[in-house]
T-cell receptor, first 114, second 114 residues
Framework: DADVTQTPRNRITKTGKRIMLECSQT?????MYWYRQDPGLGLRLIYY???????NKGEISDGYSVSRQAQAKFSLSLESAIPNQTALYFC?????????????FGSGTRLTVV | GENVEQHPSTLSVQEGDSAVIKCTYS??????FPWYKQELGKRPQLIID?????GEKKDQRIAVTLNKTAKHFSLHITETQPEDSAVYFC?????????????FGQGTILTVHP
């Protein structure tokens, strides 16, 4: 479904460049997350936000920053990209108000740093 | 923080057989355990979840069991079909203010041979 939209879908960038990945959602969920997926490592949490004024680091936040511009928008930035940040990045949302904590994932952004 | 270990990393079965994937978690405060299925090139999708006040939950051919004492939970798929082939991820979440923030296992690649 298009409830959680990530842009771009694919991106190749050079080492040292700043890059922003964007996520927007129409589900009305209050919680948003950024994960990266690497083969054999599963999904690892980078940052999460439980509402617009709430930003929290995940387990692998070094080298990343985020901005929650509105309830529906959550952007991930790589300040100075390095090759080991090459990965598949997923944005996810959940509804903390209803007690239904299942995630809805975006389609992912495949990032390659050369 | 929470640590989730998932086994096996790959699982190959014949169509019609059962498949079992196991996860262990480290934090006894964890109380929400979802399972996600990720088909090739697609986003992870929630297939079933269980909370700590329940020992087992079923949904057609899939079931999840939870052993809080041993801190492990398992996904059971019966009568497997080729369309069950995918990567499966378990996850765990603690209660309190972090409730809903998921820590994922490393994933299991399930292949169902016709």
């Amino acid at each position: 479904d298009a409830d959680v939209t990530q842009t771009p879908r694919n991106r190749i960038t050079k080492t040292g460049k700043r890059i922003m990945l964007e996520c927007s959602q129409t589900k009305g969920h209050d919680r948003m997350y950024w994960y990266r997926q690497d083969p054999g490592l599963g999904l690892r949490l980078i940052y999460y936000s439980f509402d617009v004024k709430d930003i929290n680091k995940g387990e692998i936040s070094d080298g990343y920053s985020v901005s929650r511009q509105a309830q529906a928008k959550f952007s991930l930035s790589l300040e100075s990209a390095i090759p080991n940040q090459t990965a598949l990045y997923f944005c996810a949302t959940s509804d903390g108000r209803t007690g239904n904590y299942g995630y809805t994932f975006g389609s992912g952004t495949r990032l390659t740093v050369v | 923080g929470e640590n989730v270990e998932q086994h096996p990393s790959t699982l190959s079965v014949q169509e019609g057989d059962s498949a079992v994937i196991k996860c262990t978690y480290s934090d006894s405060a964890s109380n929400y355990f979802p399972w996600y299925k990720q088909e090739l090139g697609k986003r992870p999708q929630l297939i079933i979840d269980i909370r700590s006040n329940v020992g087992e939950k079923k949904d057609q051919r899939i079931a999840v069991t939870l052993n809080k004492t041993a801190k492990h939970f398992s996904l059971h798929i019966t009568e497997t079909q080729p369309e069950d082939s995918a990567v499966y991820f378990c996850a765990a979440s603690k209660g309190g203010t972090s409730y809903g923030k998921l820590t994922f296992g490393q994933g299991t690649i399930l292949t169902v041979h016709p």
